[in-house]
């Protein structure tokens, strides 16, 4: 785990959960696993406020412990590819709404707050929460139905249970399968208008499977990458293959079992797209030699057989991150320069010049500046030295897209510790009147939800004074566009992450 990770970790965990648990989080992230005695020496902190810390980490699947050599003690270890996924939570309420509509968002949206809880305290809390909001219109029965939705399409699952072994002192968290709940809507009803939930014995915990909606992420960058390169009926043909690979696959397999070609047209004769139904084929062919790679041709029984190659898709994704990468450093020459090199897999120095297409100062140039940082590498070979000759040294140039895909992974974690730090000091530079701004809104909702008058609104408003609203919109326009920023750097890790799961 590197310097850049470390720091990046560090700044979330203190914009989510505050100093007392990112120190916690820092200490844990420098000496690996510890015991809590450990912890207390290194960081100085009393010992309540490192169990608190210890137990959010826990709560929020931050953390893990297991036996250390004595079994009465735990060791406790950091997850730091879960804590940067706290800042992925909007993009899976966006996932969420778009697919099953905004009830489901405010379940997936109080459980990722919550971390853990039980489906009837989730559903009545919400349903409490906006029983009187007109505009939502949220019924209990409506959210039952969806949170059934989501747990059999495995957006969400039941949390792992303690378990004690014997002779240990020490819990391990065994996972559970998950099973559908059978959850009375009439119990419920009660419980919200009443208030009173002992007539409800539910004792099992629900969480977010953070799994199902990066299989999602995965499918749409794959669609919409055969989509641009070809036509929309393409990207369509590509979804039908992905949705296929899921019954007969392992949903991160390199690659897919045989999907034949007759499946896909009956998933084709159910859809409105009669040219795609009627060049099915000619669509398959054309992905096949033009599609990145993504699909190959298995066998042509029954009408031909199709494997979706997901390692190959994650290798030229990532080989497509870095070169962005690279353009927005050092430019298109030198963006072209890194796209021969990876097409010639080997060339001299001389061949890089002559296909390039640039003058030779400046391919020189850029191509010192590409090996400077680590985007290419250099392969110095000897030839056979002629009689009574010397040995000629040439020097091959190539990609060692494993290695350039770990430098990018450490620019985008710079990149977004930054993001985090620039944004935290805007917050903290106008806390009071974020916090004014704050307080208004929170005001002027609550008296348009009792009816009063419009005058008595913009009286409200007005405190807010002009200097101070273009100052808002100022600020309001900075973190936008920081907040995009840092979605932006979590895309790209997530197409680099989908590239390391796979050996190479």
Known sequence: MSHQL?????EILNRYFGEIVQKVGNDLFTYGSKPIALIIKSTGLPRTQI??????????????FEPSVNDLIADYRLLPENVLLLIRYPRYLLQIKSKFGSEAELLVEELLQRATYTATMLLVTIATKYKDDKEKNISVVKLRDTFISLATAGYIQQAPVAELKEGSEVPTMVPVATIVPDLDARLLANAV?????SEINDNIY?????DRFHQDFRDEIMIK???????ENAGEAMRLLLQQMYLSSAAWAAESAPVPALELRECCRRLDRPLLHQHLDQYLKVIEESGCGFVRRSGEAGGGQLVVRC??????????????????????????IFRLICSKKYIEEDDIQKHAMLPNKECKELTYKLLEQNFISVQPMRKAASSGGMAKAIYLYHVKL????????QMCY??????CVRGGSERARHARLLDKQRRVRTLVHSMRLRGEPQRNIDDVEETLTPPEVALLQGIEKRLKQLSAAELELDKNLFVLKWYFMYPH
Do not use: P
């Not at 608190?52 to 953390?63: I, M």
């Not at 990458?225 to 036509?231: G, S």
């Open 193 to 197: 208008n009443t208030g009173d939930l």
């Open 311 to 336: 390692a190959a898709a994650a290798r030229r994704l990532a080989a497509a991150a870095v070169e962005h990468v690279i353009t927005e450093r050092l430019g298109d020459h030198a963006a072209r």
């Open 206 to 210: 629900w969480k977010v499977n953070y």
């Open 414 to 419: 710079l990149s977004l510790h930054n993001v």
């Open 225 to 231: 990458a055969i989509t641009r390169r070809i036509d």
């Open 51 to 64: 169990i608190e810390s210890l137990r959010t980490l826990l709560k929020f699947d931050l953390a893990t």
């Open 402 to 409: 494993h290695d350039v895909a770990q430098t990018a992974a």
């Open 6 to 10: 470390g720091r990046c970790v560090s």
